[in-house]
């Protein structure tokens, strides 16, 4: 008796010490420079100034959306910068909001096996709740970076601030610019503090006014090789993918499944649907689905777990769309380069118009794929 009951202290100790864990052990505690050891601490003063809310959006919804190919963004977005916002995706902080509302989602590991959201819109005022909000890492920075996104955050790692600080790439971060985070609070209740920060389309905007943020975008390229609206649909050439599954880590998989009805990929994770709290919980679903096997280590002297993505040697990778798949191989030439996708026979890809879920996966990983 006294030997079980041992046991089970050293449990509750062990348990005490590690904190605040993710899936099977791994570290959900983000990598945040603020200067503040006690990263408890430091989010429960981000209270924030934002409040849910939205921007009316009078003008006529026929403009290029170049994240999606299709006619429906409003006149007043053309040359404006899109707003990307990194959004929590460990399991205890679910559910998600605003994200099924997104344009175009990137998803990468970040550290010690988590994946992140970032969620990308052509025009977020009229979404009143995204989040929760968490910390930027430079893998996006520079897989977003031609698109020339406003970022919205809440701290970053000294990988993150290096990019920014070269490329003068200036981000809204919600820890120097509260006007554009709130905490939900009766979120706060039940939630640890770092999973209760949010932003929305008022929010947002309040926050690149009060930081100064220039909107108007040097970039005019599209997200993808899109083909015209009125074309008939691509059928990629490989063979059928009504399922599709890999993993970002031992933990974190992309599991997406073909819908006949809607002509989409219903997002999945942990065995789960991922839906979105704040549209009615929807399940996201998504008309072009991208997975690129990269060289993806960890950052030298860095016990934190950060991962290294190496873009610049390009790799194997996948187009799933319309209940089909294409083998592709990608590239991305320089920091400032797209990304480019390419046949088996050497020509580019073209892509359908609606809405893309981009997974960068560690080529570690390539054995696990299954597609179905």
């Known amino acids: 008796m006294k030997?079980?009951?041992?046991?089970?202290?050293?449990?509750?100790?062990?348990?005490?010490?590690?904190?605040?864990?993710?899936?099977?052990?791994?570290?959900?505690?983000?990598?945040?420079?603020?200067?503040i050891d006690d990263l408890s601490s430091y989010y429960e003063r981000l209270q924030g100034d934002g409040e849910i809310g939205t921007v009316a959006v009078t003008g006529d919804k026929s403009a290029y959306n170049p994240l999606t190919g299709e006619y429906n963004m409003a006149q007043d977005r053309v040359g404006q910068r899109p707003i990307a916002v990194s959004v929590n995706n460990i399991q205890q902080s679910w559910p998600q909001y605003g994200i099924s509302k997104a344009d175009f989602i990137v998803e990468i590991e970040t550290e010690g096996g988590i994946t992140r959201l970032m969620c990308l819109f052509s025009d977020a005022r009229e979404v009143d709740m995204i989040g929760s909000v968490r910390s930027l890492r430079d893998q996006f920075i520079e897989a977003l970076f031609p698109l020339d996104p406003i970022i919205v955050h809440i701290g970053t790692s000294i990988y993150a601030d290096k990019a920014i600080a070269q490329y003068n790439f200036k981000t809204l971060d919600g820890g120097n610019h509260s006007s554009a985070i709130w905490t939900d609070r009766a979120r706060a209740a039940v939630y640890a503090t770092e999973h209760t920060k949010f932003t929305g389309g008022s929010a947002i905007e309040k926050g690149i006014i009060n930081a100064k943020i220039s909107?108007?975008?040097?970039?005019?390229?599209?997200?993808?090789?899109f083909i015209d609206p009125d074309e008939t649909k691509i059928i990629p050439k490989s063979g059928k993918?009504?399922?599709?599954?890999?993993?970002f880590s031992s933990y974190y998989d992309g599991d997406f499944r073909y819908d006949e009805t809607t002509g989409t990929y219903k997002k999945w994770q942990f065995g789960r649907p991922q839906v979105?709290?704040?549209?009615?919980?929807k399940q996201l679903e998504f008309d072009n689905l991208f997975l690129l096997f990269a060289d993806i280590s960890l950052y030298p002297n860095q016990g934190s777990g950060l991962v290294d993505v190496k873009y610049e040697k390009g790799g194997e990778g996948y187009y799933f769309s319309q209940g089909y798949y294409e083998k592709i191989t990608w590239r991305k030439d320089d920091y400032p380069s797209n990304f480019s996708f390419y046949k088996s026979d050497g020509t580019e890809l073209e892509v359908n118009v609606g809405k893309t879920h981009l997974g960068v996966v560690d080529d570690d990983y390539i054995s696990r794929l299954v597609i179905s």
């Open 241 to 247: 993918a009504a399922n599709v599954k890999y993993n």
């Open 3 to 35: 030997k079980k009951i041992s046991i089970l202290l050293f449990i509750i100790i062990i348990l005490s010490l590690t904190g605040c864990k993710g899936i099977g052990g791994f570290m959900e505690e983000p990598v945040v420079n603020t200067g």
């Open 215 to 225: 909107t108007e975008s040097y970039s005019s390229i599209s997200a993808f090789n």
């Open 276 to 281: 979105d709290a704040g549209n009615d919980n």
